[in-house]
């Protein structure tokens, strides 16, 4: 049965866009009411979120730093032939930092774990077993839906939380090391260090394809090997698809699920099309959530839309990158990647958080076509 209308705002999903934006909402808005529902038994989701300092503005930065335990001065990538060791402010938290801040940040009467949605209205949530829970607004942030009104490629991740019997001396994140054969398409490795003794190394693949091939456990067992890390022992392991769109209908996309349900993260769209990254993008959008005055179903829908929107226009550029991979060869692709990562750091830099100038543009198509 459907309970009263309350005032404030529901939030379906408690991944990274949903906590952030209960998060701020905890943080600079405590006068409105809030509930967040959440399948799973514990917020924040699955696996390590890595982020540049640059996708943040200030304010995201601030709502983000309680949560970055792991902090590195910049990242290595590889390819045949050569290596860099490039400068950016990096860092990186887990779900179960996000759940951590979320306990301590909300009172029990703002969230539901282990409770399913399976509806979402513009003021409304439909619980599994046919509750209804009413509000002034509601914002499904539950994940990705179907995306076929878009053309993506897919970063498919098969990744181990590895243990070692000493010291596995990385630095900072590897975040592509891919000095591997590149003939079946672009493929890496990415390496985060989690403290002197535990290793997330994930076996990468971008693609056609949404899953992990087969052989991506036995490949990533095998590099592990070939590193000479001491006595490995992964104590954790899962599969992970990022969504890279390079082109579509995106207004077709922000209408499915609802016509006029707000939407963040993979839900809304709310992904950068080079990097696979949505930090910044959910730090940004819980801000934006916390300084509406509006909290009525159709504000915050016209709010989010307008954003990504925004966004998906913005980052046209990076679209077209990932589309010239897509076209290339399965085999060109990883030089091309390679060619790229050749050019100026603060070239690199900004092509991950659209700030290219004409300049800029130019030298990015000449790498891709050389």
Known sequence: MARGRRDGILIAGGGLAGSLAALAMARHRPEVPLLIVEERETFGGEGQRIFSQAELSEEGAELVRPLAIDRWPGYYVAFPGFSRKLKAEMGGFGGEDIHRAM?????????????????????????????????EGAIDARGP???????????????????????????????????????????????????????????????????????????????????????????????????????GDFAAFWRLGGARVAKIGLRGGFVHPFTGRSVGDAAANAMLLAAQRDFSGNALHDLFEDEAKHLWK?????????????????????AMAARLYRLDPGLIQRLQWDELGLLDRMRVRKALRA
């Open 145 to 247: 839906t179907a995306m076929a009104t878009l053309e993506l490629l897919y970063e498919a991740r098969f990744e181990r939380d590895y243990r070692f019997g000493a010291p596995h001396r990385v630095d900072r994140p590897v975040l592509i090391d891919a000095t591997l054969d590149q003939s079946g398409g672009l493929h890496f490795f990415e390496c985060v260090p989690l403290s002197g003794e535990r290793l997330l190394v994930a076996d990468v693949t971008i693609s056609e394809r949404a899953l992990p091939d087969e052989g991506a456990a036995a490949r990533l067992a095998d590099y592990v090997k070939a590193r000479g890390w001491t006595k490995p022992r992964a104590r954790g392991e899962r599969t992970a698809s990022r969504p890279l769109p390079m082109g």
């Open 314 to 334: 913005n980052r046209e550029f990076p679209r077209e990158v990932i589309a010239a991979l897509a076209k290339a060869p399965p085999g060109e692709r990883g």
């Open 103 to 135: 306990m301590q940040a909300l009172k029990p009467r703002s969230y539901r774990l282990g409770t399913r949605v399976v509806a979402v209205r513009e003021d409304a949530l439909v619980l599994d077993g046919g509750e209804t829970i009413k509000a």
